[in-house]
């Protein structure tokens, strides 16, 4: 027996299965305290994914001597637009394995192309935000923005650089205030018209209201409102740990011109700050966009993020986003659509988009 092999055999096999309900305690538990976890790996995503978009899922756990080591949360995602494939995680910006063992990761990765084969798939994604496959093709076209929250209110708003924090001022100049909102309600009249303009199908109002009921008090939705208090933009949020996560936005036009977004970032912030969170993470954006743009110049740097493929029964990358040419056609449609017809539609297409 080779030495690393007597290690191994002294700590104990990696054993991997499929989660039961039995499991969501010790799930919970192991993603609470794995420094590799994001909020997606969180299990209540498993009743998302199941009970709005009808996704069928793989969740995987990795186990040492009966210890949790290791998890990997998988969607199949099966449409006729889109295609087939088996993805960590839908709807999710991060994914792909957490665990606290590097034989976990290579264990859970096995398996889960085990079950891509035998689904079927054209192609198994895993989101990661660190490199675990170098060798898989991959598709680097997004980054994530994160950055530590200081300790002071006046200190995180002097940290804005001078033109954003300039914008953040001229907010609170034109009366603008927020609030916490109780339901999704406000803030989906204001999300379905934006993502509308910008030529992409709204998800299901169902979907915000599931987020809320499966993550209580870690999902929040934020509501500016103008000096005559109409409501005028709004962030569904996700907290996890001592991180705060700005996740779905929406605003009306006139939005820019009072400078409402800069103002619902720096808000979010400041009661983030007050309340001990350490980390802003500004999400995901694709690099080049507007979004991109924006989070920059309120000083954040981009990190790139990972996700990597098993190509199986295709031969590139898949390119389900707004800079695929054969969707500018459909998202130039969409922005012309009648608001309800589009809100009625949405719900039908998008679940092959996540």
């Not at 969740?59 to 637009?81: C, F, H, I, N």
């Not at 199986?312 to 017809?341: C, G, H, M, S």
């Amino acid at each position: 027996m080779k030495p690393t092999d007597a290690r191994v055999a002294q700590r104990g096999r990696i054993d991997v299965r499929r989660y039961t309900d039995a499991d969501r305690e010790r799930w919970e538990s192991f993603v609470e305290r794995c420094p590799d976890a994001t909020f997606f790996h969180r299990i209540g995503w498993k009743t998302v994914l199941e009970d709005v978009f009808r996704h069928r899922t793989h969740y995987l756990l990795a186990e040492r001597e009966g210890s949790v080591v290791g998890v990997l949360p998988l969607a199949e995602v099966k449409t006729a637009l889109f295609g087939h494939a088996l993805c960590s995680l839908p709807f999710a910006v991060y994914g792909g394995v957490a665990a606290t063992d590097a034989e976990a990761v290579a264990a859970l990765h096995r398996e889960a192309e085990s079950i891509a084969q035998a689904l079927g798939v054209q192609h198994l994604e895993l989101r990661n935000r660190d490199s675990r496959e170098p060798d898989w093709p991959r598709q680097e076209l997004y980054v994530t923005f994160r950055k530590e929250i200081l300790p002071e209110v006046e200190a995180n708003l002097l940290a804005i650089p001078r033109k954003q924090r300039a914008m953040v001022r001229k907010g609170i100049r034109n009366g603008l205030v927020s609030e916490i909102d109780s339901t999704v309600d406000r803030f989906f009249r204001l999300y379905a018209d934006n993502v509308r303009r910008h030529g992409t199908p709204a998800l299901p109002r169902h979907y915000f209201e599931t987020l809320q009921r499966v993550f209580g008090a870690d999902c929040e939705v934020l509501i500016v409102r103008d000096a005559g208090g109409e409501p005028v933009s709004g962030v569904l949020t996700f907290y996890f740990r001592d991180e705060v996560l700005p996740y779905y936005a929406g605003d009306l036009v006139r939005a820019r011109e009072l400078a409402a977004n800069d103002f619902k970032y720096w808000e979010l912030m400041r009661r983030a700050c007050e309340r001990g969170y350490k980390v802003f993470d500004y999400g995901r954006s694709k690099r080049g966009s507007g979004a991109f743009d924006f989070k920059k110049n309120w000083g954040f740097a981009p990190t790139p993020l990972h996700y990597e493929y098993r190509l199986y029964k295709r031969e590139t990358v898949p390119q389900n986003n707004p800079d695929n040419p054969r969707y500018r056609a459909f998202i130039a449609l969409w922005r012309r659509l009648p608001l309800p017809v589009a809100n009625t539609l949405g719900p039908y297409l998008v679940r092959g988009l996540g």
